[in-house]
């Protein structure tokens, strides 16, 4: 293995680890995630520096970040906007017995950022209208077949670039299981991926009721998220290209940027969530965002610790059946 390069950072708040990475896993077997069983977190990515692995786990009272390849140093310089430096939650004010309860019981819930908006992109698309377990196994299959070795842990992948991404050939989207328009969508924004992660490094700075963090004390982040464009003008970005709607702009910004206030509308699951925990009764888009109104600012944050929460309407039915579109 390659010797790492290291940084011990101790947060000034409570910090769960497990509960502010888990965002950015996709699906137990994520080539480009892993998690030990002593609690160490392993995350590969690629950096505007070249493909990076980052390390993660407590040491006593501090995080120690061990980071391996070409990208290390930028994704030590990154640990804190990672781990949610820049959420203000202490701004965050419960309104209901429930949302009480959850966030005294998961205080160390952050919402951390990435500054990768095309690596937050990608399986968000391939998570557009299908279950989870066939996105996963598409994102799986798409990093073993394209993605290089992560440094320091070459069982993990780095994901592909997106001039990689461009010339996936079509049979090898058909193989991972994810169908043309799914394609076409990730490939449309592989052409036009370094304008976005612009639109989400610049802007006009400072703090936004929408979600979108200002700077943290100590000083602007390398990565283009402290002082990142306004969360409507990133939002409107992404919408603008063909195939990325609300839900996929929500999910992006959420990784990404680290938006508490982006919510996901048009979830399967959500609206459920959230009307049966505040109302004890079914809502839709329409009723749930009228429910986190009170919340503008940190609407994503309550709908994370209403799933936390374990509450939902009572299933009826029979479950979604999972589709495999490499047999079509």
């Known amino acids: 293995m390659d010797e790492a390069r290291v940084r011990v950072w101790r947060p000034p708040f409570a910090l769960d680890l497990g509960l502010t990475l888990w965002p950015h896993r996709r699906g137990s077997g994520d080539p480009a995630f892993r998690t030990d069983r002593d609690g160490t977190f392993w995350r590969a ?35 804190p906007d990672l781990l949610g430096a820049g959420d203000v939650p202490e701004e965050f004010e419960p309104l209901h017995p429930v949302v009480r309860e959850a966030a005294r019981r998961h205080p160390g819930l952050r919402i951390g950022r990435t500054g990768r908006v095309f690596e937050a992109l990608v399986p968000a698309v391939l998570e557009q209208k299908v279950l989870g377990v066939e996105a996963w196994r598409a994102w799986a299959y798409l990093l073993r077949r394209f993605g290089r070795p992560a440094p320091g842990a070459p069982a993990l992948r780095v994901p592909p670039p997106p001039e990689v991404w461009i010339r996936i050939p079509s049979w090898e989207w058909h193989r991972s299981g994810a169908e043309a328009v799914r394609a076409r969508t990730i490939i449309g924004a592989a052409r036009v991926a370094g304008r976005l992660e612009k639109v989400f490094a610049g802007g006009s700075g400072g703090s936004s009721p929408q979600g979108v963090q200002g700077v943290v004390a100590g000083g602007s982040s390398p990565h283009g998220v402290q002082g990142a464009a306004a969360p409507g003008m990133a939002d409107a970005r992404l919408r603008s290209l063909p195939g990325i709607g609300v839900w996929t702009a929500a999910e992006v910004r959420q990784r990404a940027a680290g938006d508490a206030d982006a919510v996901s509308v048009g979830d399967y699951h959500l609206p459920g969530i959230v009307g049966w925990a505040l109302t004890g009764r079914k809502v839709d888009d329409a009723g749930m965002l009228e429910l986190l109104a009170p919340y503008a600012g940190h609407r994503h944050r309550v709908t994370r610790l209403l799933a936390l929460s374990g509450g939902g309407p009572p299933r009826r039915g029979p479950r979604l059946p999972v589709r495999d579109y490499r047999s079509f």
């Open 45 to 79: 990515s690629f950096t505007p520096d070249g493909p990076g692995t980052l390390r993660l786990r407590w040491r006593g009272d501090a995080v120690e970040a061990g980071a391996y390849g070409p990208g290390a140093e930028w994704l030590l310089e990154g640990v």
